[in-house]
């Protein structure tokens, strides 16, 4: 704790000094009377003074929330010598809101006395933080020392992207060996009907198809098409993003890949992670609730970091984007590296979609002739873009605030099924 | 500071001068936050009074007190101001602190009629006044010893 005299202290002495001289030079006792509260007041502050001693902990209500929750935080102060202010002021992040509680407050700490200060935190933004560092001020009651001191008594918080609402996922084309929800094209168990073929030894009873078996007079059992799971990898570009105040590009982004690795987890796929950009982060894939935590955890380290250096698929390790998996590219299409990233999957033969993060509502209206020509030339350039996607046959949707990610989702959906018509 | 121009019959301007350079340091001191302009303002003020008791002979000035406490009280509040930090106060905190401020106040008053009332019923001599040099002297020893040795 660091200890200093307030300028306080030098100013009433200061005064108490020129009025007791000025007594004396004009022999006048009023002088005296006007010295006499500055000097009392600093020899009084100087006799009593003494070093508060205060320690705090900090408690929070639950280490992971929501973007949007509310979650209570608890610093208890404990004063072993207290002192008559003590200012106390919880460093939050910005993406962190005191609802409700005083930060900064000032308090009175009595010797021994014990306080807990509630503050109601709303967690506004996604992110990991570190909550708890407690700057403390405190002066005696006469105002002429200081006495500060910083208590680090951070503990971890995490914060996850809120939950967008999905109604149908996109079907990967192709499925895996093990047992999930997606209907494969390979005949095996499962309950979709796939074709009839003459009853073989081996056969289960419960398999024949006792009508077509009576009318082709020889036993013929049904097939079914097998359920697989599916291998589906979120591939979030980081290279480059908007930002309007508070809010960037990467925010939706994110909140799109935590809904889409939760419901993929859900119908048993493996879900895997690429934040492909200056900063490149993975995770293979895999199943379960823990994947779930581990991708989410991985996003929340997610950043923007400036880099110009060339980036393209072969950076990302080969186990992380398993054959036949779906690659779900979450991008605003701001940077040519992650473009031609994306083509070049899509070359390789993965099953792209790319989502397209519009940046257009993060924008402010260009204002001027020249601004506006620009702004159009820009999306024009967005817009052949889009175009070499879909000539490659990368299926694109947009995503902004005048659209639902689900309605993204279904605008691909509706895209592969015509793609799959014209193909057939 | 309008007390000591209102009360003054000798040089009048000059009261005024000295407590209205007094409340204009102040007035730049507040909001300038200015913490070693403020000691000058008040300083500014008090000399205003100052002045008009010096000009003076006779009778101590039985408001005295009364300036002196709302010197005093002017000193807390405008170092109050001057504090850094928006925290808000608790209430009892904020109680504690507003009656101190009246309480040093009142005493300021009391203390200071005792004073007058002290000094009025003595008469003067070479060594009541170094008496007085000795006590002056020492409390401001006492105040620097006390802010040398203030590593808390």
Not at chain 1, 354 to 360: F, G, N, Q, T, Y
Not at chain 1, 382 to 392: D, H, K, L, N
Request: overall charge positive; charged content about 20%.
């Amino acid at each position: 704790m660091t200890h200093a005299a307030t300028p306080k202290l030098g100013a009433y002495a200061g005064l108490a000094a020129l009025g007791l001289l000025g007594a004396l030079a004009t022999r006048r006792p009023e002088l005296v009377v006007l010295a006499a509260p500055f000097a009392l007041s600093a020899a009084l502050g100087l006799l009593l003074a003494r070093r508060p001693q205060l320690d705090a902990t900090v408690e929070l209500a639950v280490d992971r929330a929501l973007e949007g929750d509310e979650l209570e935080l608890r610093v208890q102060l404990q004063a072993d010598a207290g002192a008559e202010r003590v200012e106390v002021l919880l460093e939050l992040p910005r993406e962190l809101v005191v609802e409700d509680g005083y930060n900064p407050v000032l308090l009175r700490l009595r010797d021994g006395e014990r306080r807990d200060l509630l503050f109601r935190v709303r967690c506004t933004r996604w992110g990991g933080f570190r909550v708890g560092r407690i700057y403390v001020r405190a002066s005696d009651a006469f105002g002429l020392f200081r006495h500060e001191t910083v208590l680090d008594r951070r503990v971890p918080l995490k914060v996850y992207p809120a939950e967008e609402s999905v109604r149908n996922l996109l079907r990967p084309l192709e499925t895996q060996v093990f047992s999930g929800n997606h209907v494969a094209r390979q005949k095996g168990e499962g309950i979709e009907f796939a074709d009839l073929r003459p009853f073989v030894p081996g056969d289960r009873i419960r398999r024949v198809n006792w009508r077509a078996s009576a009318r082709r007079g020889e036993l013929w059992v049904n097939e079914h098409h097998a359920e697989r799971n599916a291998d589906v990898v979120i591939l979030l570009d980081s290279f480059a993003e908007v930002r309007r105040g508070d809010r960037t590009t990467l925010d939706p982004a994110l909140r799109a890949a935590a809904s889409l690795a939760a419901r993929y987890l859900r119908q048993k796929d493996r879900v895997g992670f690429v934040a492909f950009g200056g900063f490149l982060n993975w995770l293979l894939p895999s199943t379960g609730t823990s994947q779930l935590y581990r991708i989410v955890d991985a996003m929340l380290d997610t950043q923007i970091v400036l880099s110009y250096a060339w980036k393209d698929i072969d950076t990302v390790p080969r186990r992380t984007l398993p054959p036949q998996a779906l690659v779900l590219a979450l991008t605003p299409l701001l940077d040519e590296r992650s473009q031609a990233a994306l083509l070049d999957l899509r070359g390789r033969g993965f099953d792209l979609v790319v989502i397209e993060i519009s940046p257009l509502s993060f924008l402010s209206t260009p204002e001027g002739e020249l601004a506006e020509l620009g702004h159009r030339l820009w999306r024009l350039r967005r817009e052949a873009v889009r175009g070499r996607f879909e000539r490659a046959g990368i299926p694109v949707a947009v995503w902004g605030d005048e659209s639902s990610l689900a309605a993204a989702l279904e605008e691909v959906s509706t895209y592969r099924r015509q793609a799959r018509a014209v193909h057939a | 500071m309008i007390y000591a121009v209102a009360a003054g019959d000798r040089l009048p301007a000059v009261v005024a001068a000295v407590g209205t350079a007094g409340c204009a340091l102040t007035a730049l001191a507040l909001p300038g936050r200015w913490p070693s302009l403020l000691p000058a303002g008040l300083a500014g003020v008090g000399g205003g009074y100052g002045v008009l008791v010096g000009l003076h002979s006779g009778v101590a000035n039985g408001a005295a007190p009364a300036v002196a406490a709302a010197l005093f009280a002017a000193a807390e509040l405008g170092f109050w101001s001057l504090e850094r930090g928006a925290a808000r106060y608790e209430r009892p905190a904020l109680v504690r602190r507003l009656l101190g401020i009246a309480g040093g106040a009142v005493a300021t008053a009391l203390v200071g009629s005792l004073v007058l009332a002290a000094a009025s019923g003595v008469s003067g001599g070479v060594g009541l006044e170094a008496v007085g040099v000795a006590a002056a002297a020492l409390t401001l020893a006492a105040i620097a010893f006390l802010a040398s040795r203030s590593s808390v």
